[in-house]
């Protein structure tokens, strides 16, 4: 087999020790830590990814104990923790006026229907500013309500690439 992805992959270490992930498909698990308790970091297994494979190609460690890893998972890259799988998106998408918005204020509101509590749910605050993180508000909210639960038949969030050829030649996925 192999004893971490530096090696199936021929790719360099980014430092810390290799933490196996719940399954090769887990988006949310880090593949490296380093340090004990307090101190320990997790490596973002998104951020590290190269700009192709839709990361940033940055080492981003951050603390598991206080939850900044879990934060920056669900709200920076939309990965519930619970699943290891991204949030599911709205079955729907509707534009509703605001009434009496004030000054810097939207007029109108983006909302997304939820397949789990199949409530219209607010997709955006009410200022008027660019945000930094669009589907912040809808993650907030699958984080919440979703936990486990999908939506049947909704399996196809991976990208069919050199990294998934090489799973499945292995008979990981």
Known sequence: ????????????????VYNTPRSALDLYTP??????????????PI????????GDNKRVWLAMKFSAYNYHMQYAHGVSSSTGRPFFPPLSVRVVDRSSPKKNEKKTMQEGKCHQCRKWVSMQGVKDVDVKVKELFWWKHAAA??????IVGEQDFYEIDHVWKQLKKLKVV
């Open 1 to 16: 087999m192999f004893s971490s992805p530096c090696s199936l992959f021929n790719v360099s270490h980014p430092g810390g």
């Open 145 to 150: 309500c979703h936990r486990d639960a999908g």
């Open 47 to 54: 951020c590290i990814e190269p700009l192709h494979r839709g």
């Open 31 to 44: 593949r490296f830590v380093r340090g004990k308790g307090v101190d320990k970091l997790g490596l973002c």
